[in-house]
């Protein structure tokens, strides 16, 4: 019953030649270790009860997004043809908040023999002739540096499309599960790889009683996901032992759909989102080598990718924390096991799924004691989702950050070009001596509008605590989308106030504040911290 109109932007191939005139050593090079600190804790993850805790014993909660493409015939993220860096968009996630990271896969783009397309050789001249694994390695290698965490997600079998079970004739359990120790030998010792999404949305197939699609539960192990699930979490911790290993629900625990031409509804079997349902787990518990490893990662989603029975209820939206408790939500409130929602998305089109969005983020609560996510999806291209991103890969879709950001925990301990966060006396003016320097980059401009980044140091002998930005644009053009800070505009001054979760800029700090505007390209002027003026 999952998404019927699921594309995932996998027909989605932005056709962007890829320079071949490159000359770049492609043998696999894996990043270096990296010891994620701050908002995602420290060292490698493992669970006690409903929570997830770091390597210190502290609680940590993985509010992460999706960044597809390395599943679908391009075999690595969508967006790498935009006028941007793929630098640039780690940045932003991390800059809006993003901790985590969730990257879907297929088999395909694991092969020796796996080329990566739809590459701007123009913007990201550093990953032309790279496989779509030496890639990977270089998201982990700079999100690492930002503090972020990755989790892998066995997407699907091949490019071709979601699949009901976690093989197929061409791509046998062996190669699934040899896969992953692959994997997690390519990247053991390094941090910020954190585990393994088995294999995404498992669901039913066939009509009941001829079902084929993956069951809970039901005892067939060539379709009882729950087995699978255990023989390949396994597995993996044989090589790799401090993995998280993330196992979705399906969406009916027969793995058959019901007969609705029966005439009996009591024969009709209560079945939820592809990769929803994990009813049946608090019966059927996935059991695994070593303690302490699992979570479960349900899917849910919105009107606009189906438009499931309960949203047009008459108790909607009232209905729904006990359709979310009964699905997956009792796995956490009876501490039975952390869970982290591997995908939740909606185009936000029908007024509908704005009260659901945020009756669900509400649901999984606030802080660090929530339920973890990662939102589906960072990408425009998603079918029946849309994106954070709008259509041009850079400016923000506002309406679906606005509702995500109370719950986001950012990366904190990231060295990434992030805002730098202290907790010091509150100051006026730019503090001690020597006020404020700021710089101006020009990012990219096209007809009637550009992009760029306005840095801000902090050169006096105190933070400013809040800080607040502020600067002059020439008549005429305006702030169309603003990140690492809030922006308001009252004619031509534009006034930048610092997020919540990062309210201070200490001594020698920076803060680098990206736009799109429309109107003529032009720098900033008279900018100011703290009221104080800016040197260039």
Known sequence: MKRRNELLGALIAAAVAVSATVAINTASQATQAVDATGGTGTGYLHTSGNKILDSTGATVRLTGLNWFGMETDNKTFHGLWASRTWRQQLDQMAQLGYNTLRVPFSNDALKPDAKATGINDYTNPDLVGLSPLQILDKVI???????MRIILDRHRPTSAGQTALWYTAS?????????WK????????????????????PHAEGTNPAATGSCWGCGDTTRDWRLAAERAGNAILSVQPNWLIFVEGV???????SNVWDGDPSNDEDCGW???NLSKAGQFPVRLSVPGRLVYSPHEYATSVYNQPWFSAPDYPANLPGIWDKYWGYLYKQNTAPLMMGEFGTTLANPVDKVWLEKLMAYTGTGVNGISFTYWSWNPN????GGILNDDWTTVNQAKQSILQPYLIPPAGGSGPTTTTTTTTTTTGGGGTGGCKSAWKLDNSWQGGFQGSLTVTNTSTSAA?????A??????VTINNGWNGTFTQSGSTVTVTAPSHAPSLAPGASVSLGFTANGTTSAPSAVTLNQAACTA
């Open 171 to 179: 791509v046998p359990e062996s190669t699934w599960i040899n896969d």
């Open 465 to 469: 605590n809040p800080w607040t930005v």
């Open 251 to 257: 969406s009916c625990p027969s793995g058959g759909l």
């Open 382 to 385: 998603s079918g029946d989702t």
């Open 182 to 201: 692959m994997l997690a030998q390519r990247y053991a010792g390094n941090t910020t790889v954190i585990g393994a999404d088995l294999h995404n949305e």
């Open 274 to 276: 592809w990769g929803g």
């Open 141 to 147: 290698g700079y999100a690492g540096q930002k503090g």
């Open 471 to 476: 600067f002059t644009l020439p008549a005429g």
